[in-house]
């Protein structure tokens, strides 16, 4: 059973940090590019960073120099290390996992980020 299981979440400040994690299982993590987006209420899903295989790494204009993704395969895990936070940042954060060979695709259920004064 694959599972994606986000964390790190929560309630900050403007201009405060968050590092969300993504843990993945049951899949073979090395070969499954890794993305973070975000969702609201009012907009659709939308992709915020992306890391491939082999460590590269793309991101929206709206969070470059902001936000850095990462991963670690030894841990299953992709992260989002998130600085200079701001209002409009406020999203649930789900990762996905996307197999570099076939049409697969696995979704976490999310983790809420709340930035607010």
């Known amino acids: 059973q694959v599972q994606l299981v986000e964390s790190g979440g929560g309630l900050v400040e403007p201009g405060g940090s968050l590092r969300l994690s993504c843990v993945a299982s049951g899949i073979t993590f090395s070969l499954y590019t890794m993305y973070w987006y975000r969702q609201t209420p009012e907009k659709e899903r939308e992709l915020v960073a992306g890391i491939s295989r082999n460590g590269s790494t793309n991101y929206v204009d709206f969070v470059k120099g902001r936000f850095t993704i990462s991963r670690d395969n030894a841990k299953n895990t992709v992260f989002l290390q998130m600085n200079r936070l701001k209002l409009e940042d406020t999203a649930v954060y789900l990762c996905?996992?996307?197999?570099?060979?076939?049409?697969?695709?696995?979704w976490g259920q999310g983790t809420q980020v709340t930035v607010s004064s």
């Open positions: 996905l996992a996307k197999f570099d060979r076939g049409p697969l695709d696995y």
